[in-house]
């Protein structure tokens, strides 16, 4: 058995198995991510910290995310222009975010971080759900603080695209110019991360024997996603975003409340099923009013044309 093929057992433990549902996890984590422009970490994060720890995994996904969001980028390429400018003041805001989020990743217990973002941030994607949105019209003012915010969570969870995708679509991002501005965000917390970790000596050789299990599945699983996303229309794309969102959510609430002990065993899935219920239910609800870009769309006809 080779150096590599060691610290990965060592990583992930004797049992092949858990080889085998890191790249499933991963697999499915990319393909999404490839279609939506995020959610690999919030995928993979949840059910992967079943078998890995926080400290082996986060250094693995942060450096994957740098390939991954480049990606996204340059696929959405030509959206760059209308984008930049807006995105700017997060970006500035998460240099600070990851520096200070790096100092304390270690002190800071992950579950409750991520417990109390996502207790904030259901009720929110919910609104949204149900259509509501109010864009906030000094967008340089909130983007500083909601920067260093999102700077903080992602070095300490390497989860950021729920709030993330919140924000964008409450401002109105079109379908590429969502995906434009998940990019640039994106690969600045990544790289910004990945060089805080580095530089703080978080990245292990037992993180980076991870990378050669995970990298095939993102490989094939993101340009799938992002073929699967061309022909969805663009409200279509916002409300199945925020209904990705609540879900995950509330997979993550559960998963928490099971950690933190607050809720003992499966019982702490119930809260994701109200989750799911209330979903359905806005889902429903959307569906049922006739669009004609969804109506063609199901039909498979090219009656619709979606600019994004």
Request: net charge positive; glycine share 8%; with cysteine.
């Amino acid at each position: 058995m080779g150096r590599s093929q060691i610290l990965l057992v060592f990583a992930i433990g004797t049992d092949v198995n858990n080889v085998i549902y890191l790249i499933v996890i991963t697999l499915i984590a990319a393909v999404v991510n490839g279609g939506l422009g995020y959610g690999f970490s919030s995928i993979t994060v949840p059910l992967a910290l079943l078998f890995l720890s926080n400290r082996v995994l986060n250094p693995a996904l942060v450096l994957i995310e740098v390939a991954l969001n480049a990606y996204v980028l340059f696929d959405n390429r030509d959206a760059i222009p209308a984008v930049w400018r807006r995105a700017a003041p997060i970006i500035v805001g998460l240099l600070p975010g990851v520096v200070a989020g790096t100092l304390i990743v270690s002190r800071v217990s992950p579950s409750w971080l991520k417990l109390w973002t996502y207790l904030i941030l259901l009720p929110l994607i919910l609104i949204q759900a149900a259509g509501y949105r109010r864009p906030i019209r000094s967008e340089q003012a909130i983007g500083l603080p909601f920067g260093l915010g999102l700077g903080v969570l992602y070095s300490v969870t390497t989860i950021s695209g729920p709030p993330l995708a919140v924000i964008l679509n409450n401002q109105g991002f079109a379908k590429r110019e969502f995906r434009a501005a998940l990019g640039i965000i994106r690969l600045a917390e990544s790289t910004f991360t990945a060089v805080a970790y580095l530089t703080a000596g978080l990245i292990t050789t037992t993180s980076i024997a991870l990378i050669p299990q995970i990298l095939p599945s993102v490989l094939v699983g993101v340009p799938t996603g992002a073929l699967l996303i061309r022909h969805i229309p663009a409200e279509t794309f916002r409300r199945l975003c925020m209904s990705f969102d609540a879900w995950v959510v509330g997979f993550g609430v559960s998963t928490v409340l099971r950690d933190v002990k607050i809720v003992e065993g499966l019982k702490a899935f119930f809260f994701l099923a109200g989750v799911v219920v209330i979903d359905a239910w806005l889902l429903w609800r959307f569906f049922s009013t006739p669009r004609p870009g969804i109506v063609s769309t199901l039909l498979g006809k090219s009656t619709f044309h979606d600019p994004d």
